[in-house]
C-alpha cells in the first residue's frame, strides 16, 4: 500500500480499491490452505472465474486483475519471488460489456431538474452541466477549485490519477451555469465562511461536495427525470464520450480529454464508430 500511495502516487480511492481486491486474494489464499505467494496461475485463474460468477462488474473484475499483476509484480521486485504468476493473468475476451450511457434527450431532461432559482440549485445545475461537457471523473470534479476554471476562454485543468494534470474544454452553455454559479450561488451557499473549493456543501458551505454527496444529489435528479436505469457520475462520463464520438470526434482526442493513460481503454466506445460506420455502408452503398 505504502508503494501504490509514494512510488506509484496513486489516487487515495484507487489504493482503497486495490486494498478491497487484495483482502480477496487474501480470503481465496486462506480458503485453499495456502499462503498468497504460493497461489499458482491456475488458482488465479480460478479467482477471476469466481469473481466473475459473483455478478461484479468487468470493470471490477478488470481491476482486479491489474491489482494482482501488480502485487506479485512487487513480490517478484522485492525477491520475495522469482516469478510473476499473475504476470499473463486475463478475463476472457468475450466477457466484455458496453459503457452505459444517457441518450441526448435524457440529458437535456436531466439537466432541467434543479431549481435554478435557488443556490442549491444552481450548484447542482452547474456541476451537471461541467460533468456533461467536460467528462471528468467525480473525484475530478468534486477537487476542482476556482482557480482551475478559465470561463473566459473556456478550459478548465484538473488533476487526474498518479497526480496528473490535464487541460480539459469545456462548452459555452457549461461556462455560463458555472459563471452564474459564482457570482449567485457559491456566495449565498458559503455566506461567511471560505472554501478552497469551487462546488461547495450547501450546509454551511464546507469544507466541500464530496464525492458521495454529489453520487446521491445525481440519483435523487435522475429520479425526478423519470430515468428508468441507475445514474452515476460515470455514466454521465460515458454519454460525454460516447455523444463525442457520435458527431464524429477523434478517439484519441477522446483519450486526453478523459484522462486515459492508454488509448486501449477509451476503444470501449468503438461500439460508437462500428454503429455509425454501418450507418454509412447502409446510405452510401449501392447495393446495401
Known sequence: MTHLTVERRLSANSVESYARDLVLLQEFAAGHKA????????????????????????????????????????????SRLKTNPADQ????RSWKALPRHLSVEQVDRLLEQPDVKTP??????????????????????????????NLEASYLTCTGKGEKQRIVPMGDEAA???????????????????????????????????RVGFWKILKAYGRSAGLTSSISPHVLRHSFATHLLERGADLRAIQMMLGHADLSTTQIYTHVLQQRMRAVYDRFHPRA
Do not use: H
Not at 498468497?36 to 479467482?47: N, Q
Not at 469466481?50 to 486483475?65: C, H, K
Not at 471560505?194 to 469544507?207: H, T, Y
Open 176 to 210: 455560463a451555469w458555472v459563471r452564474r454559479y459564482l457570482r449567485e450561488g457559491r456566495p449565498a451557499l458559503l455566506g461567511k465562511r471560505s472554501s478552497p473549493r469551487l462546488f461547495v456543501n450547501a450546509r454551511g458551505g464546507g469544507p466541500g461536495l464530496s
Open 120 to 149: 442549491r440549485g444552481l450548484r447542482d445545475r452547474a456541476l451537471i452541466e461541467l460533468l456533461y461537457a467536460t467528462g471528468l471523473r467525480v473525484s475530478e470534479l468534486v477537487s476542482l477549485r476556482p482557480a482551475d476554471v
Open 35 to 78: 499462503p498468497v505467494e504460493r497461489l499458482t496461475r491456475p488458482r488465479l485463474e480460478e479467482l477471476v472465474r469466481q469473481l466473475m460468477s459473483e455478478g461484479r462488474s468487468p470493470r471490477s473484475v478488470a481491476r482486479a486483475i491489474a491489482c494482482y499483476r501488480g502485487f506479485y509484480r512487487f513480490l517478484v521486485i522485492d
Open 89 to 92: 493473468l486475463r478475463a476472457p
